[in-house]
């Protein structure tokens, strides 16, 4: 059950109110990957990076057992970096520097190896880089699934809706599934998604959980609340990789086992919080991962007898 | 098991995106009686109104086993009038007009009938009205609880403090649980609430649902999404109604009851957000409740495995 991810490696420097880094690992693909692997073990990743790019993290990732065949490495050119300033509320921020670099005219190339793939998780990334992906696969995966922003939607939404009508799921913050819609009303908004092309819609809403829409089916994940937010970066790309990894682990693509999907993938997410960049999801074990998913269902359990 | 509700009994004109009304009748302890009366008939009011106070709406409150003993009616004077307009995401106000008419001086008095009184629900109001009625039960409740806002904490936060010092729960919205604290994390901003006095705590955050906190528990409550918010006007107070109705019908002060009374509140709440004023409070059946009830079930419903 291999899963192919396709997204950015990168470098952030990330400002919070509670902290600033220097360049850390980042990217999409990278947390994504990291995230779903706790969970699959046949993971494959398409990005590109630059002869800059650290080896060490790089040969970890590859002793995770996340396959590299299908990333690219421009020796003489600079990774993609981004850096960025939170709001006090961590729900807003300000980009302060964007450097598209090796990402500038990023050609992806699907290896022979990754051609088994049945799940594709098409992070974040210019919509034309998505659609290439999907367009040089020879079968077509069981499940894609297609993360974007409304950076997009802004500047490519013609080939964006393309991308959207080929895959089965998509992942949008509520502002963006808003802004894609013109609908206020989520209800509304993830069924005028779902009028363009994916079966499953899952509006994020950050600290206030997840949305998932199947037809008439709606669950709600809640976020788990923290003592301490020390940085968001990531949390997205944490929760396809966490959501993703756990459909490729199961195999089933049932609402029941989407629903299941969520919550794992907000618990992922919850420990990217924790700490700046990465550095938690390096670290968690799988008892860390259950005691969370136990906090998830004590969180929301409540039983109830109608009124009589 | 008889609940006193005090608030205020009310006149809104209500601006939303969606339309605007003439003036309809509001008011906290109108809400609150209201959805509290579902579940308890043994309602009992405190509040004052003027001679413009259409007196067939009381009739209807009475009717429905509402007591108004408690209820000061000062025939020349006008009735408490408040006027807001909401922005686009309905998440956030303008006040056009507050006219305080008959609030300006008004001295609660507790009629004798109202001494058996076993829960107190303060409804949003000046703390010193709050606290009077506090200080005249010859017997304390078995559970008081608060409701308050942000103009309170600007314009008397001591008075309020010393009212949060003597209720056992709390219900503020998440920006009033930071102001009160100074605590942007929900977690922390909860402990030092209940430092504060209250037992148990409840944090609204609207359309993302609410939070339920005693010691180190914590319960999460989804709003339901709704296709069409229609006026949002009175959900806090009807939640506060929905949840004080429910302890006082079932009698149990446990946190396994209490997260049951926050999902009630929140069905409650979600009524009232459909149709302007307590239009749709009014109509509403036991078996539109125990749906509604049945929807905050499923939508939150889903069952997993630990990771093996």
Redesign the interface.
């Known amino acids: 059950m291999s899963l192919i991810t396709v997204g950015t490696v990168a470098f952030d420097k990330i400002e919070t109110?509670f902290g600033k880094t220097d360049k850390v690992i980042g990217g999409a693909a990278t947390y994504i990957s990291l995230a779903a692997n706790?969970?699959t073990k046949n993971v494959k990743l398409i990005s590109v990076v630059g002869g800059d790019f650290p080896k060490d993290v790089l040969a970890n990732m590859r002793g995770r057992g996340i396959a590299l065949d299908g990333l690219e490495i421009k020796q003489d050119e600079k990774s993609f970096f981004w850096s960025g300033k939170y709001h006090?509320?961590l729900n807003s921020r300000d980009t302060l520097v964007t450097e598209l670099n090796v990402l500038a005219d990023f050609q992806p190339v699907v290896p022979e190896s990754y051609q088994d793939c049945e799940y594709l998780m098409l992070g974040n990334l210019d919509p034309n880089v998505q659609m290439s992906v999907i367009k040089q696969l020879k079968k077509r995966p069981k499940l894609v699934v297609l993360d974007t922003m409304n950076f997009w939607m802004d500047v490519a939404l013609e080939p964006l809706k393309e991308v959207i009508a080929k895959v089965d799921m998509i992942t949008v913050n509520d502002e963006e599934a808003r802004q894609l819609t013109g609908e206020?009303?989520?209800?509304?908004a993830a069924a005028k998604i779902m009028e363009m092309g994916p079966r499953f819609v899952i509006i994020k809403?950050g600290e206030?959980?997840a949305?998932l829409f199947e037809k008439d089916k709606?669950?709600?994940?809640?976020a788990l609340?923290?003592?301490?937010?020390v940085d968001p970066t990531g949390a997205g790309d944490t929760f396809a990789g966490g959501l993703i990894g756990y459909i490729a682990h199961t195999g089933e693509i049932t609402f029941?086992n989407l629903?299941?999907a969520v919550?794992?993938g907000s618990a992922m997410a919850s420990f990217t919080c924790e700490k700046f960049g990465t550095e938690r999801l390096l670290q968690i074990s799988?008892k860390d991962?259950?005691r969370r998913?136990?906090k998830f269902?004590d969180?929301?359990?409540?039983?109830?007898l109608?009124?009589e």
Request: hydrophobic residues 50%.
């Open positions: 109110p706790y969970f006090y509320d206020h009303s989520l209800i509304k809403k206030h959980g949305l709606v669950f709600f994940a809640p609340p923290l003592e301490e937010v029941d629903k299941r919550i794992i799988e991962i259950d998913i136990q269902v969180l929301v359990d409540f039983d109830i109608l009124v």
